[in-house]
């Protein structure tokens, strides 16, 4: 015979909440506030292009050799450079992935960017046009997405980059579920 489970103590710490119970399968199921970094790929993902043009400038920029030509032991004095910037690069992307967080609750998703500037994007459900999933390239190379998120009455367009296909399907399906249905005139 097992015995009975006994219920915790009140002043106990919540259970984590893991990635899947963060959005409800159930529309009019509570929300859990909970706040979430994009994929930990996603400077890697937006700085690609980047630096393939910076390297591209900077072949096509190079003198061909000849008397007063550049040799290729000189590629040498420069790799220091081309390291430090994309150093700082790197840590740019860092930073920016750092502090970058979107949370969802009842009424909303607000999205929070900013180490030194801040700045919080709030898109109640009800402003809510479409919810598409892009994938370019570099994205669908690691299997992720980016949703992009149109706002109603002339607003802008948020975009979250970058989630796993999956976790930008569910919310995708869970953000289109909270819009209010539109109401039929007769």
């Given at each position: 015979?097992?015995?009975?489970?006994?219920?915790?103590?009140?002043?106990?710490?919540?259970?984590?909440?893991?990635?899947?119970?963060?959005?409800?399968?159930?529309?009019?199921?509570?929300?859990?506030?909970?706040t979430e970094r994009p994929h930990p790929l996603t400077p890697f993902?937006?700085?690609?292009?980047?630096?393939?043009?910076?390297?591209?400038?900077?072949?096509?920029?190079?003198?061909?050799?000849?008397?007063?030509?550049?040799?290729?032991?000189?590629?040498?004095?420069?790799?220091?450079?081309?390291?430090?910037?994309?150093?700082?690069?790197?840590?740019?992307?860092?930073?920016?992935?750092?502090?970058?967080?979107?949370?969802?609750?009842?009424?909303?998703?607000?999205?929070?960017?900013?180490?030194?500037?801040?700045?919080?994007?709030?898109?109640?459900?009800?402003?809510?046009?479409?919810v598409d999933i892009l994938q370019p390239l570099a994205a669908r190379?690691?299997?992720?997405?980016?949703?992009?998120?149109?706002?109603?009455?002339?607003?802008?367009?948020?975009?979250?980059?970058?989630?796993?296909?999956?976790?930008?399907?569910?919310?995708?399906?869970?953000?289109?579920?909270?819009?209010?249905?539109?109401?039929?005139?007769?």
């Amino acid at each position: 015979m097992t015995s009975p489970t006994p219920p915790e103590p009140s002043g106990t710490a919540p259970t984590a909440v893991t990635e899947q119970d963060a959005v409800p399968a159930v529309p009019g199921a509570p929300v859990l506030k909970q706040t979430e970094r994009p994929h930990p790929l996603t400077p890697f993902i937006r700085g690609w292009i980047v630096l393939v043009a910076i390297a591209v400038t900077w072949l096509q920029q190079l003198p061909r050799g000849g008397e007063d030509g550049f040799e290729p032991g000189d590629v040498g004095a420069l790799l220091p450079i081309v390291a430090v910037v994309v150093l700082l690069a790197a840590t740019i992307g860092f930073v920016s992935w750092y502090f970058t967080r979107f949370v969802i609750d009842d009424e909303e998703l607000r999205l929070e960017t900013g180490a030194i500037f801040k700045s919080s994007k709030r898109v109640p459900f009800e402003r809510l046009q479409s919810v598409d999933i892009l994938q370019p390239l570099a994205a669908r190379i690691f299997g992720l997405a980016e949703l992009r998120i149109e706002v109603g009455a002339g607003d802008s367009t948020l975009r979250l980059r970058y989630l796993t296909r999956s976790r930008a399907a569910r919310l995708r399906e869970y953000l289109l579920a909270r819009v209010p249905c539109a109401r039929v005139s007769r």
